[in-house]
């Protein structure tokens, strides 16, 4: 059973400060790694992907994957109360398109 | 950028009938939509893969008699709910995979559809 795993939270971290999440996957199969926010009551929104070794920037957001490791995080720099959610960890396997999700970490930026 | 259009947003029924949701993608064609259902707090579970002319496949535990799937063109798969009974109430998502974009390209997600089931 391929399975996702990340810390619930809540994480509370202040405004401007870098938040951290974290995730750790079962299958070293996966190929394709996703990090979505999801607000309450909405679908989610894909935030970045990355697919190799190393760190990704996209503006204040940084996905860093170790796959000797099965290790995805995301860090978010300068974090606003906007970005207060839960962020889903999606992985993707090589030999199809499904993904798996982790149960989420909720996030709460502090004003 | 590429829309996936999810419809109703949200739905109440009784017991018993049946609900169908519907999903499109709407500037790209999908071979391949799938179908999640998300209780409150936990995470998307897959429900089944939906494939363009094609039977659905199921997740393990999914009762495909009761969730019937249709993929009739690349543009639109629907999901029946059919039965409905309160423990059948949940958001169910569904996302779908731009057949001309590669294989690692990111799902593009519906809006979900709420259902509750009196």
């Known amino acids: 059973q391929k399975e996702v795993e990340q810390n619930s939270g809540p994480l509370s971290v202040p405004e401007g400060a870098i938040a951290s999440l974290n995730c750790t996957y079962s299958d070293r199969g996966s190929q394709s790694f996703f990090w979505y926010r999801q607000y309450s009551g909405k679908s989610p929104e894909l935030i970045m992907f990355i697919y190799s070794n190393g760190d990704k920037e996209d503006g204040r957001f940084t996905a860093q994957l170790n796959k000797a490791s099965q290790y995805v995080s995301l860090l978010i720099r300068d974090s606003q109360p906007s970005d207060s959610a839960t962020y889903l960890c999606?992985?993707?396997?090589?030999?199809?398109?499904?993904?798996?999700f982790g149960k989420g970490t909720l996030l709460t930026v502090n004003p | 950028g590429a829309v996936v259009s999810q419809h109703p947003s949200w739905v109440i029924c009784k017991s018993g009938t049946s609900v169908k949701i519907e999903c499109r993608s709407l500037?790209?064609?999908?071979?391949?939509m799938f179908w999640y259902r998300q209780f409150p707090k936990q995470s998307l579970m897959l429900m089944a893969t939906s494939n363009e002319g094609s039977k659905a496949t199921y997740e393990q535990g999914v009762e495909k008699d009761k969730f019937l799937i249709n993929h009739a063109s690349l543009t639109l798969s629907t999901l029946t709910v059919t039965s409905a009974h309160p423990e059948d109430s949940s958001f169910y998502i569904c996302?779908?995979?731009?057949?001309?974009?590669?294989?690692?390209?990111?799902?593009?997600f519906g809006n979900g559809t709420r259902l509750t089931v009196t």
């Open positions: 500037d790209f064609q999908a071979t391949t």
């Open positions: 999606a992985v993707r396997g090589g030999s199809n398109y499904k993904l798996t």
């Open positions: 996302s779908a995979r731009d057949r001309d974009k590669g294989k690692d390209s990111p799902l593009h």
